[in-house]
């Protein structure tokens, strides 16, 4: 049986601040302010800069965990584990990496997912799939992303 060790996780781009609600109140509040039909057209053109803007200013770490489910929580994740090494979760952000140095068994394809712990709800940033066939090519690299939140994260690992 062939072993996975992931070995590192670098953070291109966190996961975005505004999500679909925060467009939404956006939007809200430009047909509060703006009765006018013809500037209400140009405020809702201007959502997506502003959505630019409140990213650009709030770019937070994300609070990251892995789990080999596609179940969010810290209680399903295999890192970091709580219940070792007295970590929650690891704050990670843009052009930062954390070892992760953890082996997993891949008799199966396994399909990682990243999370962000979060109190309004953890935040899905990605998956990417190890497979048994990756053995003996030494390091290599996946790419995990979510368009949705805007999160992009490199995922280093070898099978032996």
């Known amino acids: 049986m062939a072993t996975a060790t992931i070995e590192n996780v670098f953070c291109v781009r966190p996961s975005s601040g505004t999500d679909i609600d925060v467009l939404n109140r956006l939007a809200e509040l430009a047909a509060a302010i703006v009765p006018d039909v013809f500037q209400l057209d140009e405020s809702i053109k201007s959502l997506p800069a502003v959505a630019a803007a409140i990213d650009t200013a709030g770019e937070y770490p994300d609070d990251l965990y892995l789990t080999r489910t596609p179940y969010k929580g810290l209680e399903n994740s ?83």
């Open 78 to 160: 295999f890192w970091p584990r709580p219940d070792i090494e007295d970590e929650d979760s690891i704050e990670v952000e843009a052009g930062a990496s954390a070892p992760v140095n953890v082996p997993i068994d891949v008799e199966f394809p396994q399909n990682i997912s990243l999370w962000d712990e979060d109190l309004s709800g953890d935040e899905h940033l990605g998956s990417f799939q190890i497979e048994e066939g990756d053995r003996g090519q030494g390091s290599l690299a996946k790419l995990a992303k979510n368009e949705a939140q805007g999160s992009a994260y490199y995922v280093t690992y070898r099978v032996d």
